[in-house]
Structure formats: structure tokens, C-alpha cells
């Protein structure tokens, strides 16, 4: 897994800009893929902040966000999603520490 503290520009099938800060990419072996992991630092109803999910694919210089197709893609993105949460509570709790 790989962390970069950067932002990012999407343009949506609307003609909008949106900017989106990266979270994390990561490859699986078992799917031979490059997902990536981001935010638009909204919020959902229940106050917790969106993170949305990609396939990350090289199209020449550029990269190209498709969609995720399988249950098990999903299945694989939320188990990273939880040891990325745990890891990163983990750290807060070691902030806190004297």
C-alpha cells in the first residue's frame, strides 16, 4: 500500500471539477489491479466522511479511474478500507500518549 498526502481533479460526466484528496492506492495480486482509495472530505447523513473507490488504469501518460465490477473487488476494497481505519486509530491513540 502505498500513502501520498495530494490532491486531485476529476471531471464528472456533468462537465464539473471536482477535487478529491487521495487517500491510498494499493495492487492486488489476486485481481492484478491498482485500486485507489479518496475523499471528497464531505459528509453522509450519519456524519461519517465519504470515501469513494476505484480501479486506477494507465491509459499512456495519463490515468483513468474505472469502476469497480465484482463483488469480490468490493469485498477486497472494504477489508483494506478496515486495516487502513484501525491503523490509522491506532496511530491517533499513540499521539495521545505523554
Request: proline share 0%.
Given at each position: 500500500m502505498e500513502d501520498r498526502a495530494c490532491t486531485f481533479r476529476?471531471?464528472?460526466?456533468?462537465?464539473?471539477?471536482?477535487?478529491?484528496?487521495?487517500?491510498?492506492?494499493?495492487?492486488?495480486?489476486?485481481?492484478?489491479?491498482?485500486?485507489?482509495?479518496?475523499?471528497?472530505?464531505?459528509?453522509?447523513?450519519d456524519g461519517c466522511t465519504r470515501v469513494f473507490a476505484s480501479v486506477c488504469a494507465a491509459d499512456g501518460d495519463n490515468l483513468r479511474l474505472l469502476a469497480i465490477e465484482t463483488e469480490r473487488e468490493w469485498e477486497l476494497l472494504d477489508t483494506v478500507l478496515q486495516q487502513v481505519h484501525e491503523e490509522a486509530l491506532a496511530e491517533d491513540d499513540c499521539d495521545d500518549d505523554p
Open positions: 476529476l471531471l464528472g460526466e456533468d462537465g464539473e471539477v471536482s477535487e478529491y484528496k487521495l487517500l491510498f492506492t494499493f495492487d492486488c495480486e489476486e485481481t492484478g489491479r491498482r485500486y485507489i482509495a479518496y475523499t471528497d472530505n464531505s459528509v453522509d447523513e
